[in-house]
């Protein structure tokens, strides 16, 4: 398995994992978005033949804007908003490898000092993999958070002492 950055060629590959296998859906112009922004910490896992099987998609988010996030002063803060792999490239460590490079270019590039995300309640390896693989926390639960109003564990972790 490759995995590298993602690029906007990247962006239809990437979309068509998510709406495999996640309920959560987004425009493509969100998608480009992140990209064009933030361009060093999304990258995407290619099997041999350079087809796109996972992909982690995240941003920087702007400290003013998150005025309930418990932080001191101007933080900076990486947000992990979508990831996936295809089902039948799952437990091969592809997601916790997408995370570590994403989080690892949130601190290098941006200086991030913390990464958060939202995972439905329910979804248990998910949860799993954050928890015990990456080390995240349950910060808060948003209740109603996705649209079919499920509740959402808000994670975070700290990326620097």
């Known amino acids: 398995m490759n995995i590298r950055l993602a690029k906007a060629d990247d962006l239809l590959a990437m979309q068509a994992a998510n709406?495999?296998?996640?309920?959560?859906?987004?425009?493509l112009?969100?998608?480009?978005?992140?990209?064009?922004?933030?361009?060093?910490?999304?990258?995407?896992a290619e099997d041999p033949k350079g087809r796109i099987v996972g992909y982690v998609l995240a941003k920087i988010d702007d400290p003013k804007e998150d005025d309930d996030e418990p932080r001191h002063g101007t933080e900076i803060h990486g947000h992990v908003n979508s990831i996936s792999v295809l089902r039948t490239y799952r437990?091969?460590?592809?997601?916790?490898?997408l995370m570590l490079l994403s989080q690892e270019a949130m601190v290098t590039v941006y200086n991030a000092s913390f990464v958060s995300l939202h995972v439905r309640r329910s979804n248990k390896p998910a949860i799993a993999l954050y928890r015990d693989a990456l080390g995240f926390e349950v910060a808060k639960v948003e209740a109603g958070y996705y649209a079919d109003k499920e509740d959402?564990?808000?994670?975070?972790?700290?990326?620097?002492?």
Do not use: D
């Open 152 to 161: 959402a564990l808000s994670m975070r972790r700290a990326l620097q002492a």
């Open 19 to 27: 709406l495999q296998n996640l309920p959560e859906n987004y425009s």
């Open 29 to 44: 112009r969100l998608w480009m978005y992140h990209i064009i922004t933030w361009p060093q910490i999304s990258f995407v």
């Open 91 to 97: 437990r091969l460590g592809l997601a916790k490898k």
